[in-house]
């Protein structure tokens, strides 16, 4: 027993030494200047391999430190009697002599009063501890699943701890001694600050809903969720504080304006044959946090072309009925000149994973109506009515340090999804341009955002999306639209129809305050149109821009160049967009 306690105190010894030689150093200086470094090993067993060791070193102090580092390999290699016998200082070389002693293995390590469902979650199997080498490491890290364990599971002062050690030349067995301490729950949550959110509403959404056991991994996400509510302001990090069985959350947070309202308007020339400056529009409106308990409502509308509008609608519920569940509908209309109007409506059920990820569950009908007198489809497959029928997939992680206004972190978004599409009121040309009336359909879609921090007031954002749509009877309306403020800057909106695309834009982003940023971008695009004889293009766009506070609201200049196959580089065919977001 007692060699075990020596072993478990050597690393405290070790920084007494530390000390006492820093002490040392101060009242010498010669050994400050570089140092040859040799360990001598004594009562070497046999078969025992040799440790590698950094032999130069800078200091004095450089050259301890790697003699306790190999001190502390001796130990992980089952060598637990190895220790620092004695240490030589000389004007450029310090020597030392190892003592290592036998190498240990285990007898047998018995599970004692470890429950036994804490031994199956931390992955104890006996035979892992019987006739097997010793390593520290490893019975450090059974320990540390077993706490952890026991933290999350109303135990956040359970202590485990060797018991009954017995030693027998090079082999010794202890048993597991496991102290639960008090079971503690949650209490009620305290919010302090002037946020204005449902108690009960956020306890179900951070997990600490009263009467449950104590988890110490919710309250270590405490922090991190609220950062993930836009609507919240942290003020200071999460408190708790334990009395009777009890543990009540505190967190600290004011309110934040997030509802928002913001318009961006647009330029860019017009056909060739009426040569009049086009005007574009957007207008968004997202309601965060209806009757304080976190619901949203969004509505957004775009006018890209003479004729041709899009509507965005969709309404967030989170923790229906106060469970782990959220639900989202959604209403999209899209007209296309005179071509088509496609309906999308859409229901996704997201279940989450963590603190920082969910799982997403959805189903969506899809029509489009031609419009127009020629209802008939031609070979490139312009435009015909269908209903598609699709369900499928998702996930979404996000780990950003401000929602708004990250420095650094990862936001994902990933989508697959597939279904039946089936032709209403076709009759086909000749036989050469038949197609199937009926046709599986499939599309993956994919956006990444990573935010770097690069010094003070600078980060750095990579980011990637993408997506391909896939059948045998792909029309307009299936294809994605790429190109503006939000996809491909450079170019006019909704620039590209293409049934596959991916965008990488590098951005730098140098922040004057803490809501102000001057930026500089370049974007790479790859895009596909399948319906029309596989056309591939490699469009590139790149500009600066300028986004502050104001009074009114914030206010974002950007100006972009793009070059592709059908745009040259040209500073008459530049891209301005501006626009205000007010949030309240």
């Known amino acids: 027993m007692g060699l075990l306690v020596s072993f478990v105190k050597l690393t405290h010894l070790n920084k007494l030494f530390t000390i006492s030689l820093l002490l040392l150093l101060n009242a010498n200086s010669v050994f400050a200047q570089k140092k040859h470094l040799e360990i001598m090993n004594l ?5 025992m391999k040799f440790i590698k060791y950094a032999k ?19 130990h992980e290699s089952s060598y637990l009697e190895a220790s620092m016998d004695t240490i030589l200082f000389k004007k450029d070389s310090v020597t030392t002599y190892i003592h290592i002693g036998n190498k240990h293995n285990w007898s047998k390590l ?37 706490i952890k364990y026991a933290e999350n599971s109303g135990f956040p002062f359970a202590n485990i701890e060797l018991d009954s050690i017995e030693l027998s030349q090079s082999y010794f067995s202890a048993t597991l001694n496991y102290q639960p301490g008090p079971l503690i729950r949650f209490d009620t949550l305290a919010i302090v600050g002037t946020a204005r959110v449902k108690r009960r509403f956020l306890e179900s959404y951070l997990g600490v809903v009263p009467g449950a056991l104590y988890n110490q991994q919710k309250v270590i996400n405490l922090e991190r969720q609220l950062k993930q509510i836009q609507y919240l302001k942290v003020i200071k990090s999460p408190e708790v504080f334990f009395i009777n069985g009890k543990a009540q959350p505190v967190v600290f947070a004011n309110v934040r304006k997030c509802n928002q309202l913001d318009g961006f308007i ?33 509505i957004q509308w775009k006018r890209f072309d003479v004729q041709s509008q899009l509507l965005k609608t969709s309404y967030y519920h989170p923790r229906v009925f106060h469970s782990n ?69 998702g996930y979404t992680l996000t780990t950003l340090d401000d929602i708004f206004y990250p420095m650094k972190g990862w936001s994902l978004e990933f989508d697959i999804s597939t279904g039946e599409k089936k032709i209403l009121n076709y009759t086909p040309i000749n036989a050469e341009t038949s197609i199937p009336a009926n046709s599986m359909q499939w599309s993956i879609e994919t956006y990444v955002q990573k935010f770097t921090h690069v010094g003070k007031k600078a980060t750095l954002l990579n980011q990637f999306q993408g997506g391909t749509v896939q059948s045998q009877n792909l029309v307009l309306s299936d294809l994605y639209r790429v190109g503006g403020l939000k ?32 930026m500089l971008f370049a974007n790479q695009a790859y895009i596909k149109n399948n319906i029309n004889n596989n056309l591939t293009d490699w469009p590139i766009g790149f ?39 007010s949030r309240f």
């Open 43 to 47: 009562d070497v067993p046999d078969g």
């Open 56 to 74: 130069e070193h800078k200091d004095s102090l450089s050259a301890l430190r790697e003699i306790q580092q190999y001190v502390l390999k001796m």
């Open 110 to 146: 018995k599970s004692g009063n470890v429950p036994d469902e804490f031994l199956y979650k931390s992955g104890y199997k006996q035979k892992f501890y019987s006739q097997t080498r010793f390593s520290y490491r490893e019975l450090s890290s059974l320990e540390n699943r077993v």
């Open 266 to 298: 647009g330029f860019q020339p017009g056909t060739s044959t009426s040569g009049k400056l086009l005007i574009t529009g957007e207008f968004n409106m997202n309601l965060k946090n209806l009757l304080q308990s976190g619901k949203e409502l969004s």
């Open 325 to 393: 569940i959220d639900i989202k509908l959604n209403f999209n209309l899209l007209k296309q000149d005179t071509s088509f109007l496609a309906l999308d409506r859409n229901a996704a059920i997201y279940l989450g994973v963590n603190a920082i990820s969910k799982l997403k569950f959805f189903a969506g009908l899809k029509s489009n109506s031609a419009l127009g007198q020629n209802q008939t489809i031609n070979k490139n497959g312009e435009n015909y009515d269908f209903k598609y029928l699709n369900y499928g997939i």
């Open 487 to 518: 996809t491909l800057r450079g170019f006019n909106e909704n620039n590209f129809y293409v049934s596959d695309y991916a965008v990488y834009t590098l951005e730098y982003r140098y922040f004057t305050d803490a809501t102000s940023y001057v």
């Open 543 to 581: 500009g600066t821009g300028i986004s502050f506070s104001t009074k009114a609201g914030i206010f974002q200049f950007i100006y972009a160049l793009g070059y592709s196959k059908d745009q040259p580089l040209n500073i008459n065919l530049s891209k301005i967009h501006f626009g205000l977001v």
